[in-house]
């Protein structure tokens, strides 16, 4: 850990300006404050500091309303690379559109922060504790990684190698070096470039940096900043196939779902959100940068059609299974608004400059709250909006909330076409209806009802969702005016798509209990394995793979009436822990995680097995203890080296083990950096999501495993049965948007009834169809505003067709 003393730089306090009075209402418009940027706020939260002989910044997290004075991050440290990165751009961005030189001294302020977070890898820590300059090495959100912070680095870097190359070629050599040590990592990642994984019938590049897209892009961008300081084979390379993996990583169209995004993560390609979500504007910058069009096309598909319809209908900060509109912040804001400027940029299509400026009416107003979020006058961003009410507003303006709403300002003060609509309002349109299958009527029987949030690959709406068996049937009804049944629908459900076949792994009785030393020499050698030696096994990090033969593990499972026991061959070049109990996490470990039952809410047991320093320890992530009664052994070999464990059920929240009993498992372990690779592949915090083990015995028959065939009846007013085949999935059973109606429908004004009812196999083998909600929305959606200068403006965006239009006709301005 670095430590070092800290002298404030006072030649410097100067080029910060504190912020001007507390103000959120009736503060001046845009057009009459003047220039739309205004770096006061981040200057104020930019503190310069001296660490270990070297001028830097730190730029404080949060700032409270209503003094709006700096406040720290308790737990997590001081500043961060995540905001001192960002803010670097902001003042690289602002320095090129006005040639004001102090804020290149603020940049290498920021830039210096930025390479002192810097590890010899290429990797970064994020937070510092203090002003002495401690780096926080074992947080959460601060460990050493190739993720978030690292490519926020990555991109300060680039941007400050262009701009610097042009001012301070010294110094911009400086800057090169740290950026190459994480391009070279970054580059290390991409061993796999050109593999593929399946999963839910998708094909998804395998490659792409952090297997999160969303991550990756960030890189991109500072990849395509650093590409023509000057133009160079290197860098082209990762280039090249960073933006392959996100151009060919789209989902669905128009009106298929998920209606033509780019995925954020590459282990759910039904996941969407806003927060950082630059695929389809570093996709536009690199396409520019190596002129290469199929990339800005595909961003433009993107933009024309899933980005559009939180223009032409309502912002979302996610879509997985169905839209979510709260928790709206610059943070996704900022990434519509860049997409479409760089659209404008690289095409000259007005409608491109006219969708940033409406993106950026958000900033003014034009939001669910009607409430004001960035301020010219003072330069602060509110921190989010979380419903359609003031009081929903949080005023807040901390670093990452003003950072982004700047990066917008500076793209939209480039773009007058764009400028003029900042402050257009909403007054009317058609919307989108979800409608929550669990809030509906019981007509037969009784459902299940299954709370649930995060899936491993989405979110459930509302927090719940039900189970419909035999004879089960349910009705909910949606309320239209006539204004609302004057447009056409498309009817949408959301619900598990379950897996055409499937089958439990048994494990094995055992009369005699193994000796736990690690040697694995008196278990029985027909007993079954399971193995994790692919890369569709990842969840994140399968670029750091250097096959199976370095790096896999192989599980092997037995039984009695006291234990469950583990015998786990890891292959791995190199046993690396020097943690003990929760110090684990930064180390070589095997994480095991266990249900107790079939359709688990959630885990009843997650611990770890470790060989630490003290001796070998399993530790119980959920009890937050040693796992008590458990037994590990390990021992080196050749390749690797084997856990081998005892286990008590107990520990397992399991009180008697019974030849044919069903439960949860999974383990896993990473592979260097912020990788993780188990035997699905999925999240295993999530409880669904672990393999489905069964206790067998020898000589005892095991009940059959047979897949029953799931299907729901819908009906929609008086219409024909619509049956939905749910035992589709290719692999495993996960949550998915589906078309009921393939033809749009007309509803009624006032009350409109779905029903649905279990459709599938019965008998001695009944299924059940598990609802999550149905997404209704016109087929055209239309939003109209209104222009200060009494124009009045209309979108619509057919969502069958794709076809779009812009039209506004003159008024007269009030007053």
Known sequence: MRRAGLLLICG?????????????????????????????????????VVVDGTEMALVHIYSEYPEYEWVDAAGEGLSAVDDVARAAVVYLWEYERTGDESLLELARLCLNFVMYMQTENGEFYNFVTDRAGTINEHGNTSYRSLGWWAMRGLWSLGEGVRVFDAVDAGYADTLAEAYLRTE??????LSNYGQYNELHGFRIPAWIPASEPAVAAVGLLGLAAHQPAPPNEP?????????????????????????????????????????????????????????????IESAAADANSFLLRQLAFERFRHIGVVPYRLEQIAYGTNMIV??????????????????????????????????QMYFPETGRVYDGINGPTEFRVNRNAGAESTIEGLMSMIALAEIPEALDYLEVVETGGNRYF????????????????FPADWTGEGYVSGGRYIGLGEGQRMRVALELTPEQASDEYLVYIAHMRQAASSDANVVWRVDTPPEIDGSGDDWPDDLPA??????????????????????????????????????VDVRDPEHEQTGTLRGVVSGDALWVYVTNQPDAQRLSAKFTLAQTPDGPQVWDWIGTGFVKGAVLGWQPT????????????????????????????????GVGGNSFMDLTGRDPDVAANLLSLILGEPGVDLPDNVTPQVALEIRINDSDPIILNESISPDSDHFWLDLVTPEPIRLQAGENLIRYR????????????????????????RRVLQHPDGRTITLTYNTLTGETSWTETAGNQDG
């Open 434 to 449: 979800i409608v929550q299958a669990e809030a509906g009527e019981r007509v037969v029987g009784t459902p299940t009802y």
């Open 235 to 295: 860098t082209a390379t990762p280039i090249e196939q960073n933006a392959k993996g996100h151009a060919e990583y789209r989902a669905g169209g128009h009106n298929v779902p998920h209606f033509g995004m780019h995925p954020t993560r590459s282990n759910a390609p039904g996941f969407w959100h806003d927060w950082g979500a630059h695929m389809t504007h570093a996709l536009v910058v690199a396409g520019m940068v190596m002129e290469r069009e199929d990339w």
């Open 530 to 567: 399971l193995v994790s030696d692919t890369a569709r096994q990842f969840l994140r990090g399968a670029g750091l793979w250097q096959g199976p033969e370095v790096d896999s593990h192989r599980v092997t499972l037995a039984w009695d009436d006291d234990h469950l026991y583990l015998l």
């Open 638 to 669: 050749g390749a690797g080296y084997v856990y081998e464990a005892a286990i008590p059920w107990a520990a397992l929240d399991i009180d008697r083990p019974e030849t044919g009993m069903i439960f949860g498992f999974e383990a896993g372990r």
């Open 338 to 371: 860049q997409t479409y400027a760089a659209l404008y940029r690289a095409t000259g299509d007005i409608q491109y400059a006219r969708y940033a400026g409406l993106a950026g009416s958000w900033y003014f107003g034009n939001n669910m709250a009607g409430v």
């Open 758 to 781: 279990y459709a599938g196999e019965e008998g001695e083998n009944p299924g059940m169809s598990k609802i999550d909600a149905f997404y209704i929305q016109p087929v055209t959606a």
């Open 184 to 189: 070279s990592a970054i580059g290390r990642t």
């Open 12 to 48: 410097l306090l100067a080029l910060l300006v504190a912020p001007g009075g507390v103000s959120f209402a009736g503060e001046d418009s845009v057009t009459a404050s003047g220039d739309l940027v205004n770096l006061d706020h981040l200057k104020f939260l930019t503190e310069p």
